[in-house]
């Protein structure tokens, strides 16, 4: 099993623009999850999922949308991106009852 | 949602010294508190959790407690080693209850064993 995966690793966007960051998951986890880390802080819970066509927003939720079409994927939109948005990005999934949560490697995000 | 404040922010121990680190947390419904250890540039790593039927849990030499009616939980590591030189996040369910339905995070130890 690759676990989950994120793409891209790194990525540069200008104030504005738009992008999608992919995650995957192999594990058949029905839980999803996408944080933001910023320098020196802790992770910040902006959306999950508990199953393919359902979706809840965290505590971070403002300037995000994602779908779940699959089991598989969570895609995370940026629409209009702003400074404010430059942090490192993690996905992650579970499969309750248990909670421990399993880490991609995450995308590294720079607006300018 | 969950508020967990986590302390200290740096701490610095002797190699072969023991190393404490403290949170405590907000809402007296959460059942589940993990601990993550992140290196420079990865992800985070699960190191051990407890739920809230249990005080302590030991996994050789890292052990958690956990205290419900002060709502704090510690996370002490034995016998540092170099390795374990890393940044160290509590979390809690960031949703009344557990895990499942996300974490929020302490800011974070950074760990330094000196040689």
């Known amino acids: 099993n690759a676990g989950v995966t994120q793409t891209p690793k790194f990525r540069i966007l200008k104030i504005g623009q738009s992008m999608t960051l992919q995650c995957t998951q192999d594990?058949?986890?029905?839980?999803m999850y996408w944080y933001r880390q910023d320098p020196g802080m802790g992770l910040k819970l902006i959306y999950y999922s508990v199953g393919a066509g359902i979706t809840d927003k965290g505590e971070v939720p403002n300037g995000y949308n994602v779908s779940r079409s699959t089991t598989e994927d969570f895609p995370l939109r940026l629409e209009l991106a702003a400074p404010s948005q430059t942090s490192v990005y993690f996905c992650a999934s579970t499969l309750p009852p248990a909670d421990t949560q399993y880490f991609g490697p995450g995308t590294r995000l720079t607006v300018l | 949602g969950e508020n967990v404040e986590q302390h200290p922010s740096t701490l610095s121990v002797q190699e072969g010294d023991s190393a404490v680190i403290k949170c405590t947390y907000s809402d007296s419904a959460s059942n589940y508190f993990p601990w993550y250890k992140q290196e420079l540039g990865k992800r985070p790593q699960l190191i051990i959790d407890i739920r809230s039927n249990v005080g302590e849990k030991k996994d050789q030499r890292i052990a958690v407690t956990l205290n419900k009616t002060a709502k704090h939980f510690s996370l002490h590591i034995t016998e540092t080693q170099p390795e374990d030189s890393a940044v160290y996040f509590c979390a809690a369910p960031y949703y009344s209850g557990g895990g499942a339905d996300g974490l929020t995070f302490g800011k974070g130890t950074h760990l330094i064993i000196q040689p």
């Open positions: 594990m058949n986890h029905n839980y």
